[in-house]
């Protein structure tokens, strides 16, 4: 504990990696070696990135001392509304697969699941209306909402270029643009980094010591270059791939062409939401306002801050996060559908709960609520590898839900 | 006290109900500079309630308030401590899971010029000020939860006296604190009246308030029942003040005093009553 607490590592999160060490190998094993593989892992990153989107925002809501049950009911909305938009309005506005459309279709899905957060937040603020009753009702209300898009059709199929943020062959970014975005990440984390020691060292503060900050380094760095190895190490199918090459005028060769996947689009989405929401909570006031009112309402309230309104914000911002899951839940989906989300409300609070968000507010990081997720659905597509029933797999989910909670409770008991 | 100054903070007819309960009733105080005014009186009297208008933590419904003789509009906490008035509270108002930096410039937080929380500056500034008042703190990393009740008690006291307070108002300042610390607390109230800044200090300690006060005011029932000088009345006296609301004679009686025309009131009920209950 003392060693982490000098060198500034999270013990918490070193679990969690633990947890999912561990998750991963077993798999693998019991798998008969089909998990631990670069195909399966980008699958993996894919089914992830809806619930851990989500899961960014949900932390803040629980951290001030409330809940979201509506966000798998928002989403449901929003997605259909997505859909109506690109696949009936736009193609008569502006024309079909036009250059904007999915960039349209993403502003509005934000813009709608920001609203409607805003308006659940203004009724949890304003009216002090229990958040739990709020977005209980929202659960019904925008399910059935969802229903009268279309009364009940699905809309197929959507835009070429919106169905790359759900990822599949589309929204595969391929080997260069990915080692880019590995520098790129490298570079920001290096740079970061340094800033942060050279400020603490000009206000004379304590630092790591220089050997260790280095060994912090060259793992960030040696993870970013393996994550990135291991997305290349995934091929396109042979089908695609040709395609891909005869549309660039290159011959097929007699072996076939190895085209990587790298990167799929709704993981940068998730991973650079995680980034953006980590700044948000750490180094914005609103991040410190809603970390205040998880720790002491009152407190907040007599210092100064508008409680009210930055607890209406939080779920303007649990909405934005909603719609740009939407998107990557209808893309990925080619097909806005009235059921899209059905549960996630619950994937997502087991998520954070499992990073460590305490329900009794106060406390709660991103990277945390994100790793949740990623255990979450490690779990899941672990067990549909080895084949286990799908009443089974719930069971197995809602037990480690609960047993995670109780380890996190002794850990925190053993701090005091 | 010369009393033709004028004063720092004025208090005029101020009311506020909560649910048709006068919690405080048509009730004027003033404060000079550098001066300390003993607010005393019964769980309940309204002390509470009455400096929590001031702080901002609720809007009066009527009366008003003079900050150096200009009257303002305090409807919230961020008006208050824009008019320099700065408040201690009994449940010190901390948030827990933050750090003492944290807690200092919470609603005040100082930015870099990107915009963002400039902590490694602000917990700069919080070290200054913590060593002015508790010269062995260390623990400017953990969050307030891991604290003494001391040292948590100094983050709030360092919070109010961050900001150049000219009004400060302590509301049990020295309850949760050991024999020490509690002198460490009075010497303080003594270094920032010599800089001129008004203090109200709330206590239930009639002995502290004698050591510290220039002046005391009791309050029963939510109304003023006197004020005096603490050279003008005994600690007997200022306990009948407070029990009774009986207004000695070295006392400024307020409209709370008991006088004759309160004894009414204690006339028994008609034994008629008594009679139906019989069988």
């Known amino acids: ?416 | 006290m010369s009393a033709r100054k004028t004063p720092l903070v004025e208090m005029r007819n101020i009311s506020i109900a909560f649910g048709g309960i006068k919690a405080v009733e048509n009730v004027s105080v003033d404060l000079f500079p550098g001066e300390v005014v003993g607010l005393l009186g019964h769980n309940g009297a309204g002390k509470s309630t009455l400096i929590k208008i001031l702080s901002g933590a609720y809007p009066a419904d009527a009366g008003e308030i003079a900050i150096n003789g200009q009257t303002v509009a305090i409807r919230t906490p961020r008006d208050a401590k824009a008019n320099g008035i700065e408040t201690i509270y009994q449940t010190l108002a901390l948030a827990d899971n933050i750090d003492a930096a944290a807690n200092i410039y919470l609603g005040r937080e100082k930015l870099t010029s990107w915009g963002t929380l400039d902590d490694a500056s602000m917990e700069a500034e919080t070290r200054k000020a913590m060593a002015r008042l508790n010269p062995h703190f260390r623990r400017f990393k953990e969050p307030v939860s891991a604290l003494s009740g001391g040292q948590r008690q100094t983050v709030a006291i360092a919070r109010a006296i961050h900001f150049n307070a000219r009004v400060l108002i302590m509301d049990e300042p020295t309850a949760a604190l050991g024999p020490a610390e509690t002198a460490q607390v009075g010497e303080l109230i003594k270094q920032l009246k010599a800089d001129g800044i008004g203090i109200f200090l709330i206590s239930h300690d009639l002995h502290d308030v004698f050591d510290l006060a220039d002046r005391i005011v009791v309050m029963k029932n939510g109304r003023v029942v006197g004020t005096a000088a603490v050279s003008d009345v005994s600690q007997d006296d200022v306990l009948g003040m407070i029990i009774g609301g009986k207004c000695p004679p070295g006392a400024i009686p307020g409209p709370g005093a008991a006088g004759p025309s309160a004894e009414p009131t204690m006339t028994p009920p008609p034994t008629e009553a008594h009679r139906t209950l019989q069988p």
């Open chain 1, 1 to 416: 504990m003392d060693i982490f607490r000098k060198f500034e590592i999270d013990p918490r999160l070193v679990g969690m990696l633990a947890a999912l060490a561990v998750i991963w190998t077993g798999f693998h094993l019991l798998s008969g070696g089909s998990f631990l593989t670069p195909r399966n892992l980008w699958n993996l990153s894919v089914q992830t990135s809806a619930i851990a989107v989500m899961a960014c925002g949900m932390v803040l809501i629980i951290v001030t001392r409330n809940i979201d049950l509506s966000v798998g009911s928002v989403l449901g909305v929003v997605g259909m509304l997505v859909g109506v938009i690109q696949a009936r309005w736009l193609p008569e506005l502006i024309g079909l697969e036009h250059p904007l459309t999915w960039l349209i279709s993403a502003l509005a899905a934000m813009a709608l699941g920001g609203l409607i957060g805003l308006f659940h937040g203004a009724l949890i603020a304003y009216l002090v209306i229990p958040s739990f009753i709020v977005t209980l009702g929202g659960l019904l209300v925008w399910r059935g909402a969802a229903w009268w898009v279309t009364t009940g059709q699905t809309v197929a199929p959507m835009d070429g270029r919106f169905r790359s943020l759900g990822g599949s062959v589309e929204g595969a970014i391929g080997a260069t643009a990915s080692w880019a975005l590995g520098a790129v990440a490298i570079f920001a984390i290096i740079t970061g980094m340094l800033m942060a020691r050279r400020r603490k060292l000009s206000f004379g503060f304590t630092v790591r010591p220089p050997a260790i900050e280095a060994i912090v380094i060259g793992v960030i760095v040696a993870t970013v270059i393996g994550v990135v190895m291991l997305f290349n190490a995934y091929p396109l199918p042979a089908t695609i791939a040709r395609r891909l090459a005869e549309a660039q005028g290159t011959p097929w060769p007699e072996g076939g062409l190895f085209i990587s996947h790298g990167f799929a689009v709704p993981m940068i989405i998730a991973l650079v939401t995680g980034i953006v929401m980590s700044f948000v909570a750490r180094r914005t006031t609103f991040g410190r306002y809603v970390f205040a009112i998880g720790g002491n309402p009152e407190a907040a309230q007599l210092s100064g801050v508008n409680t009210r309104r930055v607890l209406m914000q939080v779920y303007g911002v649990m909405g934005v996060l909603t719609g740009l899951a939407a998107c990557i839940t209808t893309a990925r989906l080619n097909a806005a559908t009235n059921s899209a989300g059905s549960l996630d409300e619950l994937y997502v609070i087991a998520a954070a709960v499992i990073g460590g968000t305490s329900l009794s507010g106060g406390v709660g990081t991103i990277v945390g609520a994100m790793l949740g997720a990623l255990i979450m659905q490690s779990l899941q597509s672990g067990m549909v590898l080895l084949g286990v029933d799908t009443p089974l797999q719930n069971i197995v989910v809602g037990v480690v839900l609960v047993v995670a909670v109780w380890l996190d409770t002794l850990y925190r008991k053993r701090l005091k």
